[in-house]
């Protein structure tokens, strides 16, 4: 028996909610006092003088507010921005050493603040200016920004995703997992928008154990946001565990009855397990017995459900009518092999149920799109299994099959 294609993949839930544009702008702060304009040369000469000066008296405080000073305006002076990262470190070193006069502290805080609220205000700006493709330079730019602002103020969630954020537009998608990993190091907490965001990327990029571990976390934690479960699911599709996306999908819709997304997955997951459990009962070079074959008529009667309530819910489109004529033609294929390994009529008469109604879709279909060789086909081989002669003979004259 040959078994017709149907693109049977698994129909993958849609996201909508990850990795979207949000550039909320922070206004950048600054109590520095208005200073002559120098130059980038002048700047890090002075820069230098102070850290001879601090070796030997490395707690002076006028010194060291001086040098964090120093490191800011440097830094942003120097172009492209991607050279700024040295400055960047060192003040960040400067903020996490202890001082004795809790002023300095205080004072070098502020210049990180001021630091880090330049930096991503910068790359909000430029995100905000290319809303649609950016080209490499742009893309290179923007992360710069991005980069500069965490390693100034690593403890930025905002700054962390706006960077995987860009890094995933670019496709980038190794970069934006490492950023995701990053914030998971540096932050205090563990935020479940990071390890979201970063279960989807792992699915993305084909990482799919990862993903399923992270969204199975997840899920264990906030067991009623359907999201988390929408993205287990998927993971669990992508690395065919057919038998678990099954239990989740089955918990959505009792949850969101009136999704069909869900039920387009379920009865693809349900088809993927028929056709693995049909596959091994045809191998197995033996009679069926009564509860396989139950079992087998139960789950396609499953299917069938699902697909009429889709169909009383949306307009059948082309698409949902292929898929679902793809299903009753592969699985009536199917069970021709199977009711010759089972006794009584009930798995041939089901056979002939399934290619009858799938009958009128491939019909359907053939006269919404004569010029879709591949429908036709697949009409005339339902035509010939229903022992329709005249209209198999008659279609194969017209298209040459």
């Not at 800011?72 to 996490?96: C, F, G, H, I, W």
């Not at 929408?230 to 999908?249: R, T």
């Not at 459990?277 to 069938?304: F, G, M, P, V």
Request: hydrophobic share 35%; aromatic share 8%.
């Amino acid at each position: 028996m040959h078994y017709f294609n149907p693109r049977m993949t698994s129909i993958l839930l849609v996201f909508g909610i990850f990795f979207t544009l949000s550039c909320a702008t922070t206004d950048r702060s600054n109590n520095t006092q208005p200073t002559q304009e120098t130059t980038v040369n002048e700047l890090q000469d002075r820069l230098s003088q102070i850290d001879n000066q601090l070796q030997s008296d490395l707690q002076n405080s006028s010194l060291t507010i001086e040098k964090a000073s120093l490191l800011v305006r440097v830094a942003e002076k120097t172009n492209p921005p991607s050279q700024r990262l040295p400055y960047y470190r060192n003040l960040r070193d400067m903020a996490d050493a202890n001082y004795r006069d809790q002023s300095v502290n205080q004072e070098i805080d502020q210049y990180v603040i001021n630091s880090w609220s330049f930096e991503q205000s910068e790359g909000v700006k430029l995100l905000q200016q290319n809303t649609s493709a950016m080209d490499e330079l742009i893309i290179d730019e923007v992360v710069s920004h991005f980069t500069n602002a965490v390693t100034v103020n690593p403890d930025s969630l905002v700054t962390y995703n706006l960077l995987a954020n860009t890094y995933y537009r670019a496709d980038r998608y190794d970069q934006a997992i490492q950023t995701l990993e990053s914030a998971l190091q540096n932050l205090d907490s563990r935020p479940s928008e990071v390890r979201e965001k970063l279960a989807y990327l792992y699915l993305e990029s084909g990482n799919i154990d990862s993903s399923i571990r992270m969204y199975s976390e997840l899920a264990d934690e906030y067991p009623q946001q359907a999201q988390i479960k929408h993205g287990l699911a998927n993971a669990y599709m992508l690395n065919n565990d057919h038998d678990s996306a099954i239990l989740i999908l089955r918990e959505l819709i009792v949850e969101y009855p009136n999704r069909i997304e869900y039920k387009e997955s379920l009865a693809g997951e349900l088809y993927f397990n028929f056709r693995s459990n049909a596959l091994t009962l045809i191998n197995s070079s033996r009679a069926i017995t009564e509860s396989e074959k139950n079992e087998i008529l139960q789950k396609l009667d499953e299917i069938t459900e699902l697909y009429n309530e889709i169909d009383s819910t949306v307009p059948l489109s082309d698409e949902n009518a292929y898929r679902k004529a793809a299903y009753l033609k592969n699985s009536a294929g199917y069970l021709a092999d199977l009711s010759e390994i089972s006794s009584g009529n009930e798995l041939e008469e089901y056979r002939v149920d399934l290619l009858t109604r799938s009958l009128a879709l491939w019909e359907r279909l053939s006269e919404n799109n004569p010029d879709n060789i591949n429908y036709i086909q697949n009409l005339h081989d339902v035509y010939v299994e229903l022992e329709m002669t005249e209209e198999a003979e008659s279609l194969k004259r017209s298209y040459n099959l």
